[in-house]
Every structure is written in C-alpha cells, then in structure tokens.
C-alpha cells in the first residue's frame, strides 16, 4: 500500500481534490508537479484564480482542472538535431 507523498495525510473520508471548491497552495502544486511561484505567475497570467480564505491563499479548483485538461501533449523536440547532425557530418568527413 503506497502512502501519499504529500507530508499532509489524506482522511480516509477526506473529500477527492477535484470535488473541493478550493486546494490548498502545497495541494494544487502536488496535483499539477508546479511550483508555488509557478502557480503564482500563472494567477498573475489570469490562467487560474486565487482567493485569500481565513488567511490562506487558495486556488479554485475549476482552474487548476482547466489548466491540466487544456494542457498540450508532450512530443519530442527537435532540440539539438541539427548540432548532431554537424558533428555526425564532421565525424564521417574525417573518416574519409
């Protein structure tokens, strides 16, 4: 039985995190692997909402389930195929 990574423990009776109204800062984080400051920049973006309740600052919970659903799919990039490329060309050029 694996036990949740976060250092809050979830009550067995605890309510999923995509049914509450709002998460908890280290919650939203958890669930969507960004930073705190990330989460921030992406408030002040207007990408999600953050509301200050009983002096925490919370995120609402639609945003963070639009930001992951409207997410684009990882795909390899190109990055770098060029220089191997280069250096592939060099590499047989001096085998010549």
Sequence with gaps: MSRPTSKHRE??????WQKR??????VAAEVT????STIYRL???GRLTLRRLAGRVVVETSGVLT????????????RGAAARAKRS??????LR
């Design 89 to 94: 060309e060099a590499a047989r050029a001096a």
């Design 67 to 78: 930001l992951v659903e409207n997410a684009e799919p990882w795909r390899p990039g190109t």
């Design 43 to 45: 408030a002040s973006d």
């Design 21 to 26: 109204p709002h998460l908890r800062m280290d």
């Design 11 to 16: 009550r067995p009776d605890a309510i999923p």
């Design 33 to 36: 692997g960004l930073s705190r």
